[in-house]
């Protein structure tokens, strides 16, 4: 579960999902009120899970697998990824920039 990097705080799984759900570029602490965000370790893990499912989005067009599996399939990958998501999530108090390097 993530760590609050400014009070050292742990972040319940219900918290950081909720956490999650705010259109902004930084999430913030419940015990704190500091403003966190993902690492770059998490938002490579993120972008790799991002390709996993695209590449499950074009895989039925190579095996023939009907159109509703693999719609259910693309659901059930995301909500587990949605669930599974505060157990790798690592924060930061840096704001992150754009170059990866
Ligand atoms: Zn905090």
Redesign the pocket.
């Known amino acids: 579960m993530p760590t609050?990097?400014?009070?050292?705080?742990h972040?319940s799984w219900k918290q950081t999902l909720r956490s999650q759900f705010v259109f902004d570029t930084g999430m913030k602490?419940?015990?704190?009120?500091?403003k966190?965000y993902l690492n770059a370790k998490t938002r490579k893990k993120f972008f790799l899970s991002l390709i996993i499912v695209l590449l499950l989005m074009i895989f039925p067009a190579f095996f023939n697998i009907s159109p509703v599996i693999s719609v259910i399939l693309i659901f059930v990958l995301a909500a587990l990824s949605l669930l599974i998501y505060p157990f790798y999530t690592e924060l930061t108090n840096e704001e992150p920039t754009l170059d990866t390097k």
């Open positions: 609050c990097q400014n009070c050292k705080s972040w602490c419940p015990f704190c009120n500091s966190q």
